[in-house]
């Protein structure tokens, strides 16, 4: 071989190299716009799993309130009545106040109340001037179609009575609180003239 045929070889492998040196720094480039683009979907990724584990967290929050809604106490009526079992609004001839409402038959144990007189006084079943039972109607229980979950829940009647044992019924209004287990699910108020 003669010294031009390597001259003329040296030259080509130098462009040869220059091309892949231009190559080399093009993909360089490349490959840190994919680092950078691969950590900013990482941080995509973190924010989104972080969205999602708050959205879980709020979701099983709202089903529980759900639970508790659809667990309430519904279909209340309210009336104060004489000795004789008659109606009245009035705080002077009322004897006793009669809470009638349909509860969840999940609802039903551990049922408690709170009866708060117009003048702040608290009142409870463990005081002797409250009490509850359960109402048998025809022997069929009542179904209704909980209209967030699409389930059929069967409710029982439930009667309470407040009696008070040493004091007259005072004029103002009466705010009854219902408890089952110690959650409240339902809250009704009577007024007495």
Do not use: W
């Not at 967290?57 to 008659?86: P, R």
């Not at 699409?150 to 408890?179: C, H, L, N, W």
């Amino acid at each position: 071989m003669s010294l031009g045929k390597f001259k003329k070889e040296v030259v080509s492998l130098r462009k040869m190299k220059a091309d892949f040196d231009n190559q080399l720094v093009v993909m360089n480039a490349d490959l840190s716009k994919l680092r950078q683009e691969n950590e900013s979907l990482r941080k995509e990724n973190s924010n989104a799993q972080n969205m999602i584990a708050g959205l879980q967290k709020e979701n099983k929050t709202l089903k529980g309130n759900l639970d508790l809604v659809s667990a309430m106490a519904n279909n209340s009526l309210s009336e104060a009545v004489k000795k004789n079992n008659k109606m009245t609004v009035s705080a002077r001839k009322a004897k006793k106040i009669q809470l009638a409402f349909d509860i969840p038959q999940r609802s039903l144990s551990g049922l408690e109340f709170k009866v708060t007189s117009p003048n702040d006084k608290v009142f409870t079943s463990t005081d002797g001037s409250i009490s509850h039972r359960l109402v048998l109607n025809d022997g069929n229980p009542v179904a209704s179609l909980d209209p967030q979950s699409g389930y059929f829940e069967i409710s029982q009647r439930v009667v309470m009575e407040y009696a008070p044992k040493k004091t007259r019924m005072e004029k103002g209004i009466y705010k009854v609180d219902v408890f089952s287990q110690g959650t409240l699910i339902g809250r009704m108020q009577v007024k007495l003239k």
